[in-house]
C-alpha cells in the first residue's frame, strides 16, 4: 500500500463497485473536486485528501520540495469554498503576536484594543512552517485545536470553520525547526504532492493550469455549505467489525516493536473522522474496511516515533512501518 499523497488517481485502490445514488451534496462535492483539479493538476490524490481535511474539519500538512504546487493546492482550495484566506510566510523573526495578533493601547478610548492578527480567517496557510521558532509554531496549538487564541487572559473565537493548511519542505534543513509531536498530532492528514506528470507539466507550461488559472476559479460552496456537508460527515455510518478493524490498527502501532510511539486517541479518532470524510466523497453513508486502510498511512505516519530514528528518511520509514501493519491485520469482510 502506497502513501496516499504519492499516488495518482490510476493507482488509488478501486472504490466500493456498488451503485450509487447522486445527491445534491454529491453534486457538491463532485464541482468542487473539478475546479481544484483544473488548477492543481500534478497529483489528483492530493486534491481528494484535501477535500477529506475540508470534510472532516481537520488541519492540512503538505510536505514537499519547493516548486510543485503546495501553495497553489491551498489557495485553489480557499477561492472555491468562498471563504476568507490569509497567508503568514514563517521566518525565524516571526513572532507569536504577528500571527494571532496584538493589544494595542488607544488613547482617545483610553483602553487596550485588541488587533486581530491573519490567524482570523477561515483557511490560514502557513507558508514554511518549520522556518519558525518553536515559541511561534506553539501560538497556533490552541488556534488548531479548540478554534480559539488567548491573549492577554482574553479568549477571542476563531471564525468558523477554520482550517490551517501548513507546508514544509523535508529535503532542506539548515535554519528549521522541526515540529514537535504535539503539533504533528494536530494535523489531520499529511500529504505530498509529488511531481506532476510530463502531460500535466505541459499544461501548467502552456498556462492551462497551476497560478495561471487562480482567477478564472468561481466559488462553488458557501461557508453554510460546507458546514452542512461536514454535519453530513459527522453521520456516515460506521458498522462495529469496521470499527474494530480501526481499532486493531491504532492498537498494533502501540505494540509494534519498531515504534516508540504509537498512534494517540486523537489520532484514532482523526482516523475515524477521515474515513467518514472519504465515504462521503465517494457517494456512500457508510464507511468500509477499505477507506480505514487507504487513509491509515496519510493520517497516522506523522503521528508515530520509530524506535532506531533516522531524521532524513522518517517520515517514509514511518510509512513503511505502518504498511506493514495494514498488511498484517485481519480486514474484516
Same mark, same amino acid.
Given at each position: 500500500?502506497?502513501?496516499?499523497?504519492?499516488?495518482?488517481?490510476?493507482?488509488? $485502490?478501486?472504490?466500493?463497485?456498488?451503485?450509487? =445514488?447522486?445527491?445534491?451534496?454529491?453534486?457538491?462535492?463532485?464541482?468542487?473536486?473539478?475546479?481544484?483539479?483544473?488548477?492543481?493538476?500534478?497529483?489528483?490524490?492530493?486534491?481528494? #485528501?484535501?477535500? /477529506?481535511?475540508?470534510?472532516?474539519?481537520?488541519?492540512?500538512?503538505?510536505?514537499?520540495?519547493?516548486?510543485?504546487?503546495?501553495?497553489?493546492?491551498?489557495?485553489?482550495? %480557499?477561492? /472555491?469554498?468562498?471563504?476568507?484566506?490569509?497567508?503568514?510566510?514563517?521566518?525565524?523573526?516571526?513572532?507569536?503576536?504577528?500571527?494571532?495578533?496584538?493589544?494595542?493601547?488607544?488613547?482617545?478610548?483610553?483602553?487596550?484594543?485588541?488587533?486581530?492578527?491573519?490567524?482570523?480567517?477561515?483557511?490560514?496557510?502557513?507558508?514554511?512552517?518549520?522556518?519558525?521558532?518553536?515559541?511561534?509554531?506553539?501560538?497556533?496549538?490552541?488556534?488548531?485545536?479548540?478554534?480559539?487564541?488567548?491573549?492577554?487572559?482574553?479568549?477571542?473565537?476563531?471564525?468558523?470553520?477554520?482550517?490551517?493548511?501548513?507546508?514544509?519542505?523535508?529535503?532542506?534543513?539548515?535554519?528549521?525547526?522541526?515540529?514537535?509531536?504535539?503539533?504533528?498530532?494536530?494535523?489531520?492528514?499529511?500529504?505530498?504532492?509529488?511531481?506532476?506528470?510530463?502531460?500535466?507539466?505541459?499544461?501548467?507550461?502552456?498556462?492551462? %493550469?497551476?497560478?495561471?488559472?487562480?482567477?478564472?476559479?468561481?466559488?462553488?460552496?458557501? #461557508?453554510?455549505?460546507?458546514?452542512?456537508?461536514?454535519?453530513?460527515?459527522?453521520?456516515? =455510518?460506521?458498522?462495529?467489525?469496521?470499527?474494530?478493524?480501526?481499532? %486493531?490498527?491504532?492498537?498494533?502501532?502501540?505494540?509494534? $516493536?519498531? #515504534?516508540?510511539?504509537?498512534?494517540?486517541?486523537?489520532?484514532?479518532?482523526?482516523? =475515524?473522522?477521515?474515513?467518514?470524510?472519504?465515504?462521503?466523497?465517494?457517494?456512500?453513508?457508510?464507511?468500509?474496511?477499505?477507506?480505514?486502510?487507504?487513509?491509515? /498511512?496519510?493520517?497516522?505516519?506523522?503521528?508515530?516515533?520509530?524506535?532506531?530514528?533516522?531524521?532524513?528518511?522518517?517520515?517514509?520509514?514511518?510509512?513503511?512501518?505502518?504498511?506493514?501493519?495494514?498488511?498484517?491485520?485481519?480486514?474484516?469482510?
Amino acid at each position: 500500500m502506497k502513501e496516499l499523497g504519492l499516488e495518482t488517481e490510476a493507482t488509488l $485502490p478501486r472504490s466500493d463497485p456498488r451503485p450509487r =445514488h447522486s445527491s445534491s451534496s454529491d453534486l457538491q462535492l463532485a464541482g468542487v473536486e473539478r475546479a481544484l483539479r483544473r488548477v492543481v493538476r500534478s497529483n489528483s490524490a492530493a486534491v481528494r #485528501l484535501a477535500l /477529506v481535511a475540508v470534510l472532516a474539519d481537520g488541519h492540512l500538512l503538505i510536505e514537499d520540495v519547493p516548486g510543485v504546487g503546495k501553495t497553489t493546492l491551498a489557495q485553489a482550495l %480557499a477561492h /472555491v469554498l468562498e471563504c476568507r484566506f490569509q497567508r503568514v510566510q514563517f521566518t525565524s523573526d516571526l513572532l507569536p503576536s504577528d500571527v494571532v495578533g496584538v493589544s494595542i493601547y488607544n488613547q482617545s478610548r483610553e483602553r487596550f484594543e485588541f488587533n486581530p492578527g491573519p490567524i482570523f480567517a477561515n483557511v490560514l496557510l502557513a507558508d514554511e512552517i518549520n522556518r519558525t521558532t518553536p515559541k511561534t509554531q506553539s501560538a497556533l496549538l490552541e488556534a488548531m485545536n479548540e478554534r480559539q487564541v488567548t491573549v492577554d487572559s482574553h479568549t477571542y473565537p476563531l471564525p468558523r470553520p477554520f482550517w490551517v493548511i501548513a507546508t514544509q519542505n523535508p529535503a532542506e534543513h539548515h535554519g528549521t525547526y522541526p515540529l514537535p509531536e504535539s503539533q504533528l498530532d494536530r494535523f489531520l492528514l499529511r500529504l505530498r504532492m509529488g511531481y506532476p506528470s510530463p502531460e500535466d507539466e505541459r499544461a501548467i507550461l502552456r498556462g492551462e %493550469a497551476g497560478m495561471a488559472l487562480m482567477d478564472q476559479i468561481e466559488p462553488v460552496l458557501t #461557508l453554510a455549505a460546507v458546514e452542512e456537508l461536514q454535519r453530513q460527515t459527522a453521520a456516515v =455510518h460506521l458498522d462495529d467489525a469496521v470499527v474494530d478493524y480501526e481499532q %486493531a490498527l491504532v492498537q498494533a502501532t502501540r505494540q509494534h $516493536p519498531g #515504534l516508540e510511539l504509537g498512534v494517540s486517541p486523537r489520532g484514532s479518532l482523526m482516523l =475515524h473522522r477521515a474515513a467518514q470524510a472519504w465515504a462521503l466523497l465517494e457517494g456512500r453513508r457508510f464507511c468500509l474496511p477499505d477507506d480505514i486502510k487507504r487513509l491509515f /498511512v496519510p493520517v497516522c505516519a506523522h503521528r508515530v516515533i520509530l524506535r532506531a530514528r533516522h531524521s532524513e528518511s522518517h517520515a517514509e520509514s514511518a510509512a513503511h512501518v505502518l504498511e506493514s501493519i495494514a498488511d498484517l491485520v485481519p480486514v474484516p469482510e
